[in-house]
């Protein structure tokens, strides 16, 4: 089925680990991004691609790296996780182009660094 | 920069009950504003999406909103709850191509 696949579901980091959180997309939508999710705050922009080689930073970028090799993957990097880090994290992708086009999201990954 | 405030953290409606969850916007030009739903465990799904068409939108699942630019409000309405109703709602503005979320309002459902 089309859409955007998160991988993996469900993660436990001690601090100091790194990780890296997948995200594939089969829908060729130029614009990806990267999503954090923490009670009471909505969810708030990491980082965000548009396109192959382009990214940058959104809201809440320290901590994180990403890169865009390709269309269809957007990976987000902890290099050294921190309890801060504790959160659902988001996926979503969108055409790039005018107008207001829905974003598809992936189903998360629920991560605790402990 | 644009941003969305939802007015209420937790609505709480019996089934079969009017829904209105109430969502303020900032914008210094016309806004593209969505309503997302996300059910427990779940990921984000989209209800609707306001771009500048009709004032008046309709979503998916009995939903809609009403754009008011005088009040710079996009409440999202349902006549009459039901319990698959009970998630967490989202209204999001576009910002330069970017999403901005509101707080999020958590709508429970009382049999």
Same mark, same amino acid.
């Given at each position: 089925?089309?859409?955007?696949?998160?991988?993996?579901?469900?993660?436990?980091?001690?601090?100091?680990?790194?990780?890296?959180?997948?995200?594939?997309?089969?829908?060729?939508?130029?614009?990806?991004?990267?999503?954090?999710?923490?009670?009471?705050? %909505?969810?708030?922009?990491?980082? #965000?691609?548009? @396109?192959? =080689?382009?990214?940058?930073?959104?809201?809440?970028?320290?901590?994180?790296?990403?890169?865009?090799?390709?269309?269809?993957?957007?990976?987000?990097?902890?290099?050294?996780?921190?309890?801060?880090?504790?959160?659902?994290?988001?996926?979503?992708?969108?055409?790039? %182009?005018?107008?207001?086009?829905? #974003?598809?999201? @992936?189903? =998360?990954?629920?991560?605790?660094?402990? | 920069?644009?941003?969305?405030?939802?007015?209420?953290?937790?609505?709480?409606?019996?089934?079969?009950?009017?829904?209105?969850?109430?969502?303020?916007?900032?914008?210094?030009?016309?806004?593209?504003?969505?309503?997302?739903?996300?059910?427990?465990?779940?990921?984000?799904?989209?209800?609707?999406?306001?771009?500048?068409?009709?004032?008046?939108?309709?979503?998916?699942?009995?939903?809609?909103?009403?754009?008011?630019?005088?009040?710079?409000?996009?409440?999202?309405?349902?006549?009459?709850?039901?319990?698959?109703?009970?998630?967490?709602?989202?209204?999001?503005?576009?910002?330069?191509?970017?999403?901005?979320?509101?707080?999020?309002?958590?709508?429970?459902?009382?049999?």
């Amino acid at each position: 089925n089309a859409g955007v696949t998160q991988t993996p579901k469900f993660q436990v980091l001690k601090t100091g680990q790194s990780m890296t959180l997948q995200c594939a997309q089969d829908m060729n939508h130029e614009y990806m991004s990267w999503y954090r999710q923490d009670p009471g705050m %909505g969810l708030r922009l990491i980082h #965000y691609s548009v @396109g192959a =080689g382009i990214t940058d930073q959104g809201e809440v970028p320290n901590g994180y790296n990403v890169s865009r090799s390709t269309t269809e993957d957007f990976p987000l990097r902890l290099l050294s996780a921190a309890p801060s880090q504790t959160s659902v994290y988001f996926c979503a992708s969108r055409p790039l %182009g005018g107008g207001a086009y829905g #974003y598809t999201f @992936g189903s =998360g990954t629920r991560l605790t660094v402990v | 920069a644009q941003s969305v405030t939802q007015l209420d953290s937790h609505v709480s409606v019996s089934e079969g009950t009017p829904v209105l969850l109430r969502c303020n916007y900032s914008s210094s030009y016309s806004p593209s504003l969505f309503w997302y739903v996300q059910h427990p465990n779940k990921g984000l799904q989209l209800l609707l999406k306001y771009t500048s068409a009709a004032t008046l939108v309709k979503g998916i699942n009995g939903f809609e909103a009403e754009f008011k630019k005088s009040e710079t409000s996009f409440h999202l309405t349902k006549p009459s709850a039901h319990m698959s109703d009970a998630a967490e709602y989202f209204c999001v503005v576009r910002d330069t191509g970017k999403l901005i979320f509101g707080q999020g309002t958590e709508l429970s459902v009382k049999p």
